[in-house]
């Protein structure tokens, strides 16, 4: 398959992030693709052999990429923020058996079919405001079998939709009930049985945990993290999000695409990331949904050129926004990120916060998965909620409007 894609208001992700001088955004480009890959950009291709599809002088970005979701569960959270609303902390709710592992029964009573039709309103809400990359973790099995069904699920996911899923395996996520007071034998059985089993059966590209005073200590996530990486899976943590206990750091130095949430990140931390080129996500619609207080420390980030990717973190109980618009919106707004910066978090740094070396930019040798928008500079991406700007989606070439 060659295709010629003409007429298009290239808005590149190349420059340095923090270069003055703001957008490159190159008008009346052409980008030829062959077998589903960018060959050649340039203004004056020649059109022959090719398919050719104007792009009516519409922005074109990379298209989006969510880097860090939870949208396979089931139930509803509705009631906890009610609970919220009436005073009672999230810290307290979990300890209460709430929160993650209200979630975690609803999770394990439902079949993989079940899971991947809750799922798939999210998924392509997300699709709708540009996404054409996925990252899916599980998290709220916390049994083998359970684990596992939600990455099937999520797999099943990425066989109905014409959406690129990356897989994260996420058991160390909360204790489940049946090993209370047990955490070290729950953190075994993960590490000697669940990773071996996720690995060998090609179900993850990943291994997460969540590093927290609710959840588990920096010593233990540094064994599920050997684990992983025996197995020859990427490493990446949930950490800094409520307290800070130095998950970002130790997951830096073991090898980790990125750290995610880190609004507790400490000076030490972040030069930790720059020394070890791990990104640093933010996850706006936690910090906001949570009524949290303490931002992530941006200023040091850019000091220490550290990419930041940005993500909706989708879940049920803290940050149930299927918009990756939004976050760019309140990435701003919360967090003083701008425009530009959103633009890069959600593609070229957001592969990199996925170990995706072919995504994220419009290059010679990258997929050619576009954005196409109705709007009129890139600046309004981060700008306008709920009006729906997507002209299209293609995914490797091909037209995904449909589905
Ligand atoms: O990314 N921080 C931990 N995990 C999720 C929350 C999951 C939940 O509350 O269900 C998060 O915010
Ligand atoms: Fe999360």
Redesign the pocket.
């Known amino acids: 398959m060659k295709r010629l894609f003409t007429h298009c208001r290239l808005v590149s992700v190349d420059t340095l992030v923090n270069e003055k001088g703001g957008y490159k955004v190159q008008e009346d480009v052409s980008i030829a693709v062959e077998n589903g890959v960018i060959k050649h950009i340039g203004s004056n291709l020649s059109q022959e052999g090719y398919d050719v599809i104007s792009l009516e002088g519409k922005l074109v970005t990379p298209g989006f990429i969510d880097c860090?979701t939870?949208i396979v569960?089931a139930g509803n959270?509705a009631g906890e923020f009610e609970q919220r609303l009436n005073g009672v902390p999230?810290s307290q709710i979990?300890k209460q058996g709430g929160?993650?592992l209200s979630?975690v029964t609803a999770t394990r009573n439902a079949s993989v079919d079940e899971l991947v039709s809750l799922a798939l309103p999210r998924a392509k809400a997300l699709m709708a405001d540009g996404i054409t990359t996925i990252e899916i973790k599980s998290?709220?099995g916390l049994t083998l079998e359970d684990e596992i069904k939600i990455l099937r699920a999520a797999k099943k996911l990425a066989d109905a939709l014409p959406l690129t899923v990356s897989t994260t395996l996420?058991a160390a996520?909360a204790l489940p009930s049946e090993y209370k007071n047990r955490s070290d034998d729950y953190i075994e059985m993960v590490c000697d049985t669940l990773i071996p089993e996720v690995a060998s059966k090609r179900l993850a590209d990943a291994v997460d945990v969540?590093c927290?005073g609710i959840?588990f200590s920096p010593a233990q996530c540094g064994r599920v993290f050997e684990a992983a990486l025996s197995c020859g899976l990427k490493i990446k943590a949930?950490a800094e999000?409520l307290s800070n206990l130095g998950g970002s750091a130790l997951a830096a130095r073991m090898g980790a695409l990125s750290v995610?949430?880190i609004e507790y990140l400490d000076s030490a931390g972040v030069e930790a990331l720059a020394e070890h080129g791990t990104v640093a996500t933010l996850?706006p619609g936690?910090f906001y949904f949570l009524q949290e207080t303490q931002k992530p420390p941006v200023e040091l980030l850019r000091k220490h050129n550290v990419p930041m990717a940005l993500s909706t973190?989708f879940?049920?109980?803290?940050?149930p926004f299927a918009s990756l618009s939004l976050m760019m919106n309140m990435a701003s707004t919360l967090f003083g990120l701008t425009p530009k910066e959103n633009l890069y978090g959600v593609t070229r740094h957001a592969a990199q916060a996925l170990g995706l070396t072919t995504k994220g930019r419009i290059a010679p040798g990258f997929d050619a998965d576009l954005a196409v928008w109705d709007l009129s500079c890139p600046a309004e991406l981060s700008y306008q909620i709920g009006l729906s700007p997507l002209a299209a989606r293609y995914i490797k070439g091909e037209l995904a409007n449909e589905y």
Request: proline share 4%; charged share 15%; net charge negative.
């Open positions: 860090h939870h569960f959270r999230y979990a929160g993650i979630t998290g709220y996420l996520h969540f927290e959840a949930h999000q995610d949430h996850l936690a973190d879940n049920p109980g803290t940050s």
